[in-house]
């Protein structure tokens, strides 16, 4: 008997062990707030765990800050199978349907001064302004292009991506110590550090004019030729788009509707 029950907890293991979930393997920069960080506390490593939850897998990361080669680190060698966030039309990866769009924000410090709503308001000539420069080669963001083309470009200065710290809250730091007037910064980085700043800040979204396109949208990004989890991707964002919405609302991300 005690053979016949050492046989039968051995095949308990082995069957365990055979028909354990596969992890779901996601590809995240290890300190990169308010999107991902080594302790789960950004907003993709939320929807990640939603998204583990909800297919009954257990969630593994492939750590690796987010620059030049990225991709190709990562989901490119196998290591990983998803990216939580991509521009819905990036082309090195496939692509679900966006789960969520968002835009360029205003940010200055709280005051009884109207906010600024345009980038014809002539106060823009006299504040110090800092917008993000994006890419290898510190091209400036749309914002931070449209003032140039308006002009602005003594008062205006560059936070690149990289640093010690994201781009966006140097920024929004240096509004903080009185350094800078305002900051045009990407909608989820601007919302996140704008709400834990050190002084109030209020947060606009500006129109953009003419041909200018401020807003994007945002996708899930699997290996090209992974149709079967692309597809269930789409279907989880379909089902469970009010709760991505509201870790997206915990963070301060400025949702933008579609336009027909």
Request: glycine fraction near 8%.
């Amino acid at each position: 008997m005690k053979r016949l029950a050492a046989w039968g907890l051995a095949l308990a293991l082995i069957a365990g062990h055979v028909f354990a979930a596969e992890p779901l393997r996601v590809c995240a920069d290890p300190d990169n707030l308010p999107y991902s960080r080594s302790d789960g506390s950004g907003f993709e490593n939320r929807i990640a765990q939603l998204v583990a939850d909800d297919f009954g897998q257990p969630l593994a990361y492939e750590w690796l800050p987010d620059r030049r080669g990225f991709v190709r680190k990562t989901l490119g060698s196998g290591k990983c199978d998803l990216i939580v966030g991509v521009p819905a039309d990036f082309e090195r990866t496939a692509n679900t349907q966006p789960y969520y769009r968002s835009s360029y924000v205003f940010i200055e410090r709280e005051s009884g001064a109207p906010p600024v709503r345009s980038f014809d308001d002539p106060r823009l000539a006299r504040m110090r302004i800092g917008v993000q420069l994006i890419g290898n080669d510190l091209a400036a963001s749309p914002p931070g292009a449209l003032l140039a083309q308006h002009g602005y470009t003594r008062n205006v200065h560059g936070f690149p991506l990289a640093g010690e710290q994201p781009s966006a809250q140097r920024a929004v730091d240096a509004i903080a110590r009185g350094e800078l007037d305002a900051a045009v910064l990407w909608g989820p980085q601007a919302g996140y550090f704008a709400h834990h700043a050190s002084v109030p800040m209020r947060v606009t979204r500006l129109p953009a004019p003419g041909d200018a396109h401020f807003d994007f949208a945002i996708a899930m990004g699997v290996r090209h030729g992974n149709a079967a989890l692309r597809d269930r991707l789409d279907d989880l964002i379909r089902r469970r788009h009010a709760e991505i919405d509201r870790i997206l609302a915990d963070y301060d991300v400025p949702i933008v509707e579609a336009t027909p």
